[in-house]
């Protein structure tokens, strides 16, 4: 299918449910916009050079409504008022709790409160606008964040514009002004509905006041095993002062298609550490946008990516400096076994103003099958000169040494193999400071490692 | 323990054994010394089947059984010990993690149940204190960011917690201060027994000092050129490698 025959059935089936899609979330001017410009635009193809690595072919056989607005009508009520399809399908399996962080649960895009703490809770307000919309929570409008701006003119944030256009509900999290401990909370995406149906929009939004903080735990999971189709968009706002832990956990369904824009601008020494582990999916493609607005800025983003079978897991990053003296780090651990493809694209923008920056990429894949590929690629554009980037990227297969090293001590090939591959990770993985999430993103990694018995017994 | 029969090896194609004969019987303890590029490391890396060296002939029987037939997994778990001449770091691998999964992987071998958590910790525990290793080094990664010494330290910690019937040690010895050098010989003293047989691999006699052998081997091109007992190391010392590689040319 050409990218105009696409771009003109987004059209159509944004035309055909546009009436269901609530206000409250987005507002229907800014639907149409979002529309039209992903229309004028196109969507993306291999041909784009930031989007070669990704599997954009799912796409052709998408359906772009939202799965809760098809599933509302075949239903027979009012898509507004539709509520996610609950109880989970048998057999689907919630992740522990984690002490402390409140959990906001969504299904199929849509806020499902049984699922889900209260809505306020120590000073700190998380509401879905889907609901404040219609006064059962909150009246409070939220403001929309001056991030936006950036879906218009980058293209690797095209598809972000699907989710401005179908979005049915919004995670949006607010964290006022300086508390003694972090505000903790986990927003938890489960995609139900198969891609037939129509696609899951998880949406999230998150503003920090100046100096205040918060742990966030982003996950998103499948249940009853279809081929989802998800599309999702987070917006992050830092302010002045302000500390971000955003732990972001890509486990969807086996055969799911994962597709993911987050868009974050940080103040005036603001601190965000994003921490991604992407696992899931048949097809993936993550897209990262940071810009460093404030002077003093840092951001530490670490994503680790394991690919098996035929997955591909794609991700995109830019880190866009703007102001003066401030420091990433971007470092990425990335494994491909089977047939899959990994690949990660890291690009640091210095602009003009920005000087004193300090930028860091350690990039680095492992091929840990015959038939697999790792793609890494680091990028630098610099415009000014008082800055200080340092890069490295290596693409490799286990070594050999270290190999023999664990065979000459009894240890099977095959343990030994997964015990390397294991402390490929351990960059990204020592990171996660929170133990009990630890100890589950481990068990997620061993599990995603084959039958890793022999390795949890290590853990 | 050990017989090897006219061992042939070939590296890249060129042959750096040729033919050499060499028995260990249970119990003792054999140093084989020889210059630079003599086939020491060779026919270390080829006992514990490192990848890479092409056996042309010869037969290599470990208590009787078709050594070169095992994988290098069950050289090890059969109890045969390499102790590494340059051992690798491997960030991200626990030290006393790989050392409980060596355990358990021999003691399987043996048909045993998994070692008790505790007392393992204990074990360990003691052999350290003998290898004057901080405690701190557990909980790291194998061999990360340490020391020459202390990865020598640990290659012989990991043989006292093993206990294998054959430790192979490449060159232990090298890159030591005297007083490492003494800590280390201590180790490998404990574990000298009527049941254990030692491969020392040693370019220098400094170290015979301190593990006194049952036997010395001079390894000239590939081939044991002479054997004797403790005074042919110092006889070597003395005259230096030229006085035999003189006589095997």
Same mark, same amino acid.
């Given at each position: 299918?050409?990218?105009?025959a696409?771009?003109?059935?987004?059209?159509d089936? %944004?035309?055909?449910?546009?009436?269901?899609?609530?206000?409250?979330?987005?507002?229907?001017? =800014?639907?149409?916009?979002?529309?039209?410009?992903l229309a004028?635009?196109?969507?993306?193809?291999?041909?784009e050079?930031?989007?070669?690595?990704?599997?954009?072919?799912?796409?052709e056989r998408a359906?772009?409504?939202?799965?809760?607005?098809?599933?509302?009508?075949?239903?027979?009520?009012?898509?507004?008022?539709?509520?996610?399809?609950?109880?989970?399908?048998?057999?689907?399996?919630?992740?522990?709790?984690?002490?402390? !962080?409140?959990?906001?649960?969504?299904?199929?895009?849509?806020?499902?409160?049984?699922?889900s703490?209260?809505?306020?809770?120590?000073?700190?307000?998380?509401?879905?606008?889907?609901?404040?919309?219609?006064g059962?929570?909150?009246?409070?409008? !939220?403001?929309?964040?001056?991030?936006?701006?950036?879906?218009?003119?980058?293209?690797?944030?095209?598809?972000?514009?699907?989710?401005?256009? !179908?979005?049915?509900?919004?995670?949006?999290?607010?964290?006022?002004?300086?508390?003694?401990?972090?505000?903790?909370?986990?927003?938890?995406?489960?995609?139900?509905a198969?891609?037939?149906?129509?696609?899951?929009?998880?949406?999230? +939004?998150?503003?920090?006041?100046?100096?205040s903080?918060?742990?966030?735990?982003?996950?998103?999971?499948?249940?009853?095993?279809?081929?989802?189709?998800?599309?999702?968009?987070?917006?992050?706002?830092?302010?002045?002062?302000? +500390?971000?832990t955003?732990y972001?956990?890509?486990?969807?369904?086996?055969?799911?298609?994962?597709?993911?824009?987050?868009?974050a601008?940080?103040?005036?020494?603001?601190? %965000?550490?994003?921490?991604?582990?992407?696992?899931?999916?048949?097809?993936?493609?993550?897209?990262?946008?940071? +810009?460093?607005?404030?002077?003093?800025?840092?951001?530490?983003?670490?994503?680790?990516?394991?690919?098996? =079978?035929?997955?591909?897991?794609?991700? !995109?990053?830019?880190?866009?400096?703007?102001?003066?003296?401030?420091?990433?780090?971007?470092?990425?651990?990335?494994?491909?076994?089977?047939?899959?493809?990994?690949?990660?694209?890291?690009?640091?923008?210095? =602009?003009?103003?920005?000087?004193?920056?300090?930028?860091?990429?350690?990039?680095?894949?492992?091929?840990?099958?015959?038939?697999?590929?790792?793609?890494?690629?680091?990028?630098?554009?610099? %415009?000014?000169?008082?800055?200080?980037?340092?890069?490295?990227?290596?693409?490799g297969?286990?070594?050999?040494?270290?190999?023999?090293?664990?065979?000459?001590?009894?240890?099977?090939?095959?343990?030994?193999?997964?015990?390397l591959?294991?402390?490929?990770?351990?960059?990204?993985v020592?990171?996660?400071?929170?133990?009990?999430?630890?100890?589950q993103?481990?068990?997620?990694?061993?599990?995603?490692?084959?039958?890793?018995?022999?390795?949890?017994?290590?853990? | 323990?050990?017989? &090897?029969?006219n061992?042939?090896?070939?590296?890249?194609?060129?042959?750096?054994?040729?033919?050499?004969t060499?028995?260990?019987?249970?119990?003792?303890?054999?140093?084989?010394?020889?210059?630079?590029?003599?086939?020491?490391?060779?026919?270390?890396?080829?006992?514990?089947?490192r990848?890479?060296?092409e056996?042309?002939?010869?037969?290599?029987?470990f208590?009787?059984?078709?050594?070169?037939?095992?994988?290098?997994?069950?050289?090890?778990?059969?109890?045969?010990?390499?102790?590494?001449?340059?051992?690798?770091? &491997?960030?991200?691998?626990?030290?006393?993690?790989?050392?409980?999964?060596?355990?358990?992987?021999?003691?399987?071998?043996?048909?045993?149940?998994? /070692?008790?958590?505790?007392?393992?910790?204990?074990?360990?525990?003691?052999?350290?204190?003998l290898?004057?290793?901080e405690?701190?080094?557990?909980?790291?990664?194998?061999?990360?960011?340490?020391?020459?010494?202390? @990865? @020598?330290?640990?290659?012989?910690l990991?043989?006292?917690?093993?206990?294998p019937?054959?430790?192979?040690?490449?060159?232990?010895?090298?890159?030591?201060?005297?007083?490492?050098?003494?800590?280390?010989?201590?180790?490998?003293?404990?574990?000298?027994?009527?049941?254990?047989?030692? /491969?020392?691999?040693?370019?220098?006699?400094?170290?015979?000092?301190? &593990?006194?052998?049952?036997?010395?081997? /001079?390894?000239?091109?590939?081939?044991?050129?002479?054997?004797?007992?403790?005074s042919?190391?110092?006889?070597?010392?003395?005259?230096?490698?030229?006085?035999?590689?003189?006589?095997?040319?």
């Open positions: 299918m050409t990218s105009a696409l771009s003109q059935r987004v059209l089936e %944004y035309a055909a449910v546009r009436e269901s899609l609530p206000a409250g979330v987005v507002s229907p001017e =800014r639907r149409q916009e979002a529309v039209q410009a004028a635009r196109g969507l993306p193809t291999t041909r050079e930031n989007w070669r690595y990704t599997n954009l072919r799912p796409l359906r772009f409504a939202p799965a809760v607005v098809a599933a509302a009508d075949a239903m027979g009520v009012p898509a507004e008022t539709a509520t996610p399809a609950l109880p989970l399908p048998s057999g689907s399996e919630l992740p522990a709790q984690l002490e402390g !962080f409140a959990r906001y649960t969504f299904v199929d895009g849509v806020f499902a409160s049984d699922l703490s209260p809505e306020e809770q120590n000073g700190l307000s998380v509401h879905t606008l889907r609901r404040s919309a219609r059962a929570t909150s009246a409070t409008v !939220f403001q929309l964040p001056r991030a936006l701006p950036v879906l218009g003119r980058l293209p690797e944030a095209r598809l972000a514009l699907l989710n401005e256009a !179908f979005a049915t509900d919004t995670a949006a999290i607010h964290v006022g002004g300086a508390a003694g401990q972090p505000a903790r909370v986990e927003v938890l995406f489960i995609a139900v198969g891609a037939d149906i129509g696609t899951s929009y998880p949406r999230v +939004q998150v503003s920090l006041d100046p100096a903080r918060l742990i966030l735990v982003e996950r998103h999971i499948g249940a009853g095993g279809g081929t989802h189709f998800i599309n999702g968009l987070v917006n992050v706002d830092v302010g002045r002062g302000a +500390q971000l955003h972001r956990l890509q486990q969807a369904s086996a055969r799911a298609t994962w597709l993911d824009t987050l868009s601008v940080l103040a005036t020494d603001a601190r %965000y550490a994003l921490l991604a582990v992407n696992t899931g999916g048949l097809s993936a493609r993550s897209t990262t946008h940071v +810009q460093m607005a404030g002077p003093g800025a840092q951001l530490v983003l670490s994503v680790a990516a394991l690919g098996d =079978r035929q997955q591909v897991q794609d991700y !995109f990053a830019l880190v866009e400096h703007v102001a003066p003296r401030a420091r990433t780090e971007q470092i990425f651990r990335g494994i491909a076994s089977g047939r899959a493809r990994v690949a990660f694209n890291g690009k640091i923008a210095v =602009r003009e103003a920005a000087a004193g920056t300090d930028s860091r990429q350690s990039l680095r894949g492992l091929l840990a099958g015959p038939e697999a590929e790792i793609d890494v690629r680091p990028q630098l554009e610099i %415009y000014t000169d008082d800055v200080r980037c340092s890069h490295g990227a290596t693409a297969k286990l070594d050999d040494d270290m190999l023999f090293y664990l065979l000459s001590r009894g240890l099977s090939p095959e343990v030994a193999r997964r015990l591959k294991w402390a490929f990770l351990e960059d990204v020592s990171k996660i400071e929170l133990p009990a999430l630890r100890r993103i481990e068990h997620d990694l061993a599990g995603q490692m084959a039958d890793a018995a022999s390795l949890k017994e290590l853990l | 323990m050990l017989k &090897i029969e061992l042939h090896v070939k590296v890249d194609g060129k042959e750096i054994l040729k033919g050499l060499l028995t260990v019987p249970t119990g003792e303890v054999h140093a084989v010394m020889g210059p630079n590029g003599s086939g020491k490391s060779t026919l270390a890396n080829v006992l514990a089947g990848p890479g060296y056996i042309t002939a010869g037969a290599v029987t208590q009787g059984r078709d050594l070169l037939a095992l994988a290098p997994e069950d050289r090890a778990r059969e109890g045969v010990f390499l102790g590494f001449q340059y051992p690798v770091e &491997i960030p991200g691998v626990n030290n006393v993690y790989l050392l409980k999964a060596a355990v358990n992987a021999a003691r399987k071998h043996r048909g045993l149940e998994e /070692v008790d958590a505790f007392e393992f910790l204990a074990l360990v525990r003691e052999k350290m204190r290898m004057r290793m405690e701190s080094m557990l909980s790291r990664g194998v061999n990360e960011g340490f020391s020459g010494g202390e @990865k @020598k330290r640990n290659e012989v990991q043989m006292l917690v093993l206990e019937r054959l430790a192979i040690l490449d060159e232990t010895d090298s890159g030591l201060d005297i007083d490492a050098l003494k800590v280390v010989a201590n180790g490998v003293n404990t574990l000298r027994s009527a049941e254990r047989s030692l /491969v020392l691999v040693t370019h220098y006699q400094r170290l015979l000092d301190y &593990i006194v052998p049952d036997h010395v081997h /001079v390894l000239v091109k590939g081939r044991i050129a002479r054997s004797g007992d403790k042919l190391a110092l006889e070597l010392e003395r005259r230096g490698y030229d006085w035999v590689t003189g006589e095997a040319a």
